[in-house]
């Protein structure tokens, strides 16, 4: 069984007679949030000894009896495992031609779309597949509006517009920032665009940033080691892609302006909305000065077609996301030479 978005919401607070839930995508926090709120749900706590069990990955074998298991308190069992792979799809099946009366959740960030697991669980009448994918543009308005209000703050359209350019990447990430910048303007405190900016500067996985605004100005090295950094924390080769296109086509609109409009660099980093962080005015200036509105439209097709490659099972996903970025690195490199 499949959830669509609406019902996951309800899915959650309860499971009812569901007895395998398979959480996968490209959002690590948001299927670590939904893993503890179904834990929750049963068991009432994340660490109650009688009725939450964790399994690691190498220990796949003995879930069909640890969800036989019965607790000795009484209640429903919950079994979670982390690091789920495709090497649980037999335990899984066994447990679902059983009556084991435990729920199990896996979590699974690293999953392919065509998975054995997946697809098992997505044809069994008591198991379901939730697809847990970075939010963006309403949905990730939404989100943070009510996060901000459930904490005491009001916050104002154009700081909302600049955290929906900011945030969404990982669902964990975005909340830490939004209790930090709630806690920043106080009980029924009002959030705008300077409190936004101020609070929000170092973001958890600012190492993806670092990386882009490094390619995009030509140093090789920076982009290469914050890369690494970056999806070492957990960053999704697909979720790399989105951000790459994200910045290349602020990059891309902003180097339309200069042309069409003959603003300077600098007055064409201030057209752009949201705003970019002011820390980052200077890298974002020297790359329109790097990149012509050609280079940019290659490079976007090139970013399109690497995350279509990254959706196909089977393919390097790693690989074609470093390679772009470096790809453009070394080119502004080039570029940055050149005017030298």
């Not at 009556?99 to 069994?124: C, F, H, N, W």
């Not at 200077?282 to 290659?298: K, Q």
């Not at 077609?305 to 470096?326: M, Y």
Request: contains cysteine; neutral net charge.
């Amino acid at each position: 069984m499949k959830l669509a978005a609406v019902q996951v919401a309800g899915f959650l607070r309860d499971p009812g007679t569901c007895r395998v839930v398979l959480l996968y995508g490209d959002d690590a926090g948001m299927i670590r949030d939904r893993a503890e709120m179904l834990v929750r749900a049963i068991a009432g706590s994340l660490d109650d000894p009688f009725l939450v069990a964790e399994l690691a990955r190498e220990d796949i074998g003995a879930l069909p009896d640890e969800a036989a298991s019965l607790p000795l308190t009484g209640g429903r069992r919950v079994v979670r495992v982390r690091d789920a792979t495709d090497a649980a799809t037999d335990a899984v099946r066994t447990v679902l031609k059983s009556k084991a009366p435990a729920l199990i959740v896996l979590e699974a960030p690293g999953i392919a779309a065509r998975s054995r697991l997946r697809t098992a669980l997505e044809d069994a009448p008591d198991g379901t597949a939730i697809g847990c994918y970075p939010e963006e543009g309403r949905a990730l308005e939404t989100t943070i509006r009510g996060t901000l209000t459930a904490a005491g703050a009001r916050v104002d359209p154009d700081a909302l517009s600049w955290l929906t350019a900011q945030l969404g990447a990982d669902r964990a990430s975005t909340r830490a920032e939004l209790e930090k910048l709630a806690l920043y303007v106080g009980p029924n405190g009002r959030i705008d665009l300077d409190a936004a900016m101020a609070c929000v500067g170092d973001l958890a996985g600012l190492s993806l940033d670092d990386a882009l605004f490094a390619a995009t100005t030509g140093d090789v090295g920076t982009a290469d080691r914050a890369l690494e950094v970056a999806m070492a924390e957990g960053a999704a080769p697909v979720q790399v892609l989105r951000v790459s296109l994200s910045h290349i086509q602020k990059l891309h609109r902003a180097r339309l302006a200069m042309d069409e409009q003959g603003l300077t660099a600098a007055d064409a980093t201030k057209t752009v909305r949201p705003p970019i962080f002011y820390r980052r005015t200077g890298a974002f200036t020297r790359s329109l000065t790097l990149w012509p509105a050609p280079a940019l439209t290659a490079a976007l097709a090139g970013l399109t077609e690497a995350e279509r490659g990254c959706k196909r099972t089977g393919w390097p996903d790693e690989a074609l996301c470093r390679n772009i970025v470096l790809a453009m690195a070394r080119r502004a490199a080039v570029a940055a030479r050149g005017r030298g």
